[in-house]
């Protein structure tokens, strides 16, 4: 069985360059600074107007935690209609309560919503306090997918968490390992946790192409990213996972 590779990507350009490269999927956000965000309505037109692979597009109204109010329910629902009405072919969401447990209704909203597309829940569940709960949870509430580093820095170092999943799961659900994976480590985690679709940025520094800098100024909050750089999709570390887990 092929391995599927998702790539998570904040751009038209890296769509591209990820179906070049051998991807069958991309994850499509905003702000991958915070994790991720939702992306805007313009983008995601965009994607699906020039790949023919799969595109999901998270739905997370901001970075931080994935406690949710009214508000940001509406707004994450009518994201929801949004991606599907524009061509997504899914959508990657979650929710939690304040104690670390899956928030059921607020979860089976989004997922109600989205369907015909298919869904993945995401690394909110990283932040689950009681993980093999928090899979039937997921699995219970119909999810194709769920996206994990095994509740550590990285899937290299979530390993034994993620096999476990994926034997709880018994075929139930697809358990996806994501977070720090490379062309390097790709096939042991693959090998440790016999993962069938892994999720990974792969991405590479491009300089802007202005010749005018001003160094006094800077368009963002207290971190300062590189303002004269931006990352996309790195073409070559996707063909070298691909040729390493064909």
Known sequence: ??????????????????QHAGADRVELCAGLIEGGTTPSAGTIQAVRRHV??????IIRPRGGDFLYHELEMETMLEDVHTAKRLGADGVVVGCLRSDGSIHVEQTRALIQAARPMSVTFHRAFDQCAEPLLALEQVMELGAERLL???????????????????????NRIIIMPGGGITPRNVRKIVALTGASEIHMSCRRTVESGMTHRNSRVFMGAALYPPEYQRKIADESGIRSVRQAVP
Do not use: P
């Not at 069985?1 to 990820?18: G, N, P, Q, R, T």
């Open 1 to 18: 069985m092929l391995m599927k590779m998702e790539i998570c990507i904040d751009s038209v350009e890296s769509a591209i360059i990820a």
């Open 52 to 57: 023919t692979l799969g595109v999901m597009v």
């Open 148 to 170: 994990t580093s095994g509740q550590e820095a990285s899937a290299l170092e979530g390993v034994e968490l993620i096999r476990t999943l994926r034997e709880k799961a018994a």
